[in-house]
């Protein structure tokens, strides 16, 4: 029966953890993966979330199966960080959410939806993207193609190639955009340029795809919202795909959700309707620790004041590092200007490294990154950053 499956290449992210994890050297350092390790260069475990899981440990409650579409106070929270409290298209009933396995199961459960009710669009993704973008709406029956996005001259965005892409495209072409700190480049649009690109998607009607797993890591939890409310407001019909898994610091929990805005509250029932079919078939229901966890402190006040708290501390250590990994990096003699790192947002750096300088990084210091030169500031600190900064000047 399996004599003809062929071996898969390595996931180019999660692939490389497991290199990482094999790796025997002292010093080496995993800048590979979307993680946000502390000053120690641990995986934290919020306080919000430790309260919030005594709580849930100490209720004892049973572990009966959770609405197909999870739970609701988680929903409603997440609804409600994304739109805002006073979000008028919740009240007309027009939004609807549904858990999901992390901000990826999100993105699969909002892919199968779409190619039920769209089979023949195409979906475009960012160049570059989330290596996981392709190959998931590939895997959904898509055909994929990318729209021009960055600008490798300027460590910038190409803006007014993308705005010309993206006229181009077909109408009900999915376009998939990363709300706020963009995977891997760290490079977003201004306010005013999202203002601009919405105004294509309404006039070519587009439908926007946003995917948001960083809400927080950028300016705040409101500003990096401020893109899906700009779409929301237009009255864009849209999917939103989020994550709590860097926010909470949850990865292992699958955290997730799919947020999607209809054009009225039968619409949004219907829509749901389906969507609960799709979850159904693929894996029933969502598993409850973590969203317990997640919609306790949402919806608890004092325990949304530790959390976004807790956010703003992650958030203002990695703005740290990037000017530390700036200054180190001009410290051991690089003379390339590494000045973009500071303006990049979120957890990566696009660091302009090529795969061959990547490739020695690795194996000569132990330093990983991804192939496409994509570096995770968020798991540099005090101890590493020298050393890290040390080792790009060598491979330079
Ligand atoms: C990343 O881009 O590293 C994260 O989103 C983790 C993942 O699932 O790839």
């Known amino acids: ?145 990318a729209y021009t996005y960055y600008d490798a001259a300027t460590h910038g965005l190409d803006f007014d190639g993308m705005l010309a892409y993206l006229r181009g495209l077909p109408a009900r072409t999915i376009v998939v955009l990363h709300a706020c700190c963009h995977n891997p480049t760290g490079v977003d649009p201004s306010f005013e340029q999202w203002q601009q690109i919405a105004q294509v998607f309404q006039e070519k009607q587009l439908v926007p795809f946003m995917d948001i797993a960083y809400q927080g890591f950028g300016a705040g939890l409101e500003e990096d919202a401020a893109v899906v409310r700009l779409f929301a407001g237009l009255g864009l019909d849209m999917l939103i795909s989020s994550s709590f898994s860097k926010s909470f610091s949850l990865y292992g929990e699958r955290v997730g959700a799919l947020t999607m805005i209809s054009g009225d509250r039968d619409e949004s029932a219907r829509v749901l309707s389906q969507l609960k079919r799709v979850i159904r078939t693929n894996y029933s229901n969502p598993p409850t620790h973590g969203g317990s966890v997640v919609s306790m402190v949402l919806n608890t006040p004092e325990l949304y004041q530790l959390w976004t708290q807790e956010l703003a501390g992650m958030r203002d250590r990695i703005r740290s590092m990037r000017d530390q990994l700036v200054d180190k990096l001009k410290a051991h003699g690089v003379k390339q200007d590494f000045e973009f790192v500071r303006k990049q947002r979120g957890m990566f750096s696009y660091s302009g490294l090529t795969s061959a300088q990547v490739d020695r990084l690795r194996e000569e210091h132990g330093v990983y990154a991804i192939a496409s030169g994509r570096i995770c500031v968020a798991a540099l600190n005090s101890r590493n950053v020298d050393y890290v900064a040390e080792a790009i000047s060598k491979v330079l």
């Open 1 to 145: 029966l399996f004599a003809s499956v062929e071996l898969a290449p390595r996931d180019p992210i999660l692939g490389l953890t497991e290199q990482y994890v094999a790796d025997k050297r002292g010093n080496k350092v995993n800048l590979g993966v979307g993680v946000y390790c502390d000053d120690q260069g641990r995986i934290p475990l919020l306080e919000a979330v430790r309260r919030a899981e005594i709580k849930r440990v100490e209720a004892a409650a049973a572990r009966g199966y959770l609405p197909i579409d999870g739970i609701a106070g988680y929903n409603k929270g997440a609804q409600t960080l994304l739109l805002g409290p006073d979000s008028t298209l919740a009240a007309e009933g027009r939004v609807l959410t549904a858990q999901a396995l992390g901000g990826t199961g999100a993105l699969k459960i909002g892919a199968d939806f779409l190619k039920q009710l769209l089979p023949d669009s195409k979906v475009a993704i960012s160049n570059p993207s989330w290596e996981n973008h392709r190959a998931l709406f590939e895997r959904a029956g898509f055909e994929v193609v």
